[in-house]
């Protein structure tokens, strides 16, 4: 066993942050250490909080983990925020507004920037997420960087997943574009002490009857003052009967199982994608230059480089 996931076993905080660091910086044990600690996942409470930029989701993540540690819950945290294209660096500011749990051994509490990642989370959200699971919390919130029409990653991940909305956010329509109304199981309307919230509240049942009229579980609509830890508990009732409901009807099983489909399909991609660096940099003449002098088309290199992935596999005895 990869020695650091014995150390995760006995909740060794320490080896969970260096476990992440270690995922998220791609190291060569990386593999060894995801596998040992597969067995050790599979019992917490997965939920992502997403909604658009101003929503106030960090806001609620903190009292969330207030209400939950009462409740003598353990909670992991992933805080995603967006890393600058130029600097390559990310603000982390999460880590800001979640400060008053940092001395608390209940929680744990780790910002990451995208790297790049379209889809409202870092690459490696997902790896670090088993990672906390193996540690042994209760339950683990996944935060996303405000997301737009098309970010939706937090879908291949979250057991439960809760849209963060407020009232002047723009037309509910807007909300909805692009899967957003498909992949909520709850809507949190937060900040609803502001004007608009009974506009906000009957655009989104009119929505929900339009679009979730006969499916069998209707996302509930909580209204919350985060700032003022109002709404926080029928937040997590709600949260609580979607995660039975889950269980009960097999969508969890169901989501589990998707999501662990397409971690096979992205940790091949990924080692495939690293093979292909090394080889171009290896060799003397690469695809890339063949490509670039238009000695080669873009198409034909892409076959001929599948072509000998394939070769390769039926040289070691794989192929059929």
Excluded: C
Aim: aromatic content about 4%; glycine content about 10%.
């Amino acid at each position: 066993m990869h020695p650091l996931a014995e150390r995760l076993s006995n909740q060794d905080e320490r080896a969970l942050a260096k476990a992440i660091s270690l995922v998220e910086n791609d190291a060569e044990d990386k593999l060894e250490l995801l596998k040992d600690i597969h067995p050790m996942t599979g019992r917490a409470h997965y939920i992502g909080m997403t909604g658009s930029p101003g929503a106030g989701k960090s806001s609620l993540v903190n009292r969330l983990i207030t209400h939950l540690r009462k409740l003598n819950l353990t909670v992991g945290v992933v805080a995603v925020d967006p890393t600058s294209p130029f600097s390559g660096g990310a603000l982390l500011g999460d880590r800001v507004r979640m400060a008053e749990h940092f001395t608390d051994s209940g929680v744990f509490i780790r910002s990451m920037g995208t790297r790049g990642s379209l889809g409202g989370l870092s690459r490696t959200t997902k790896e670090t997420v088993r990672l906390m699971d193996a540690f042994g919390f209760d339950v683990i919130l996944i935060e996303t960087v405000g997301v737009g029409q098309s970010e939706l990653d937090i879908m291949k991940i979250a057991d439960t997943i809760a849209v963060v909305l407020n009232p002047g956010s723009g037309d509910v329509v807007q909300v909805f574009k692009a899967g957003i109304m498909e992949i909520a199981d709850l809507f949190i309307v937060n900040k609803a002490d502001l004007p608009g919230v009974p506009k906000l509240l009957a655009e989104l049942e009119s929505m929900l009857d339009l679009v979730k009229h006969d499916a069998p579980w209707r996302p509930p609509i909580v209204k919350a003052i985060s700032v003022q830890n109002l709404g926080l508990e029928n937040v997590w009732k709600r949260m609580q009967e979607h995660f039975e409901y889950s269980k009960a009807s097999g969508e969890r099983d169901a989501r589990r199982k998707t999501s662990l489909e397409r971690e096979v399909i992205e940790v091949v991609h990924a080692e495939m994608m690293k093979k292909l660096v090394e080889r171009e940099e290896a060799e003397e003449k690469g695809w890339v230059e063949e490509v670039t002098s238009g000695s080669i088309d873009p198409y034909s290199a892409a076959v001929k480089l599948l072509q000998d992935y394939a070769g390769g596999f039926e040289r070691k005895g794989m192929g059929r």
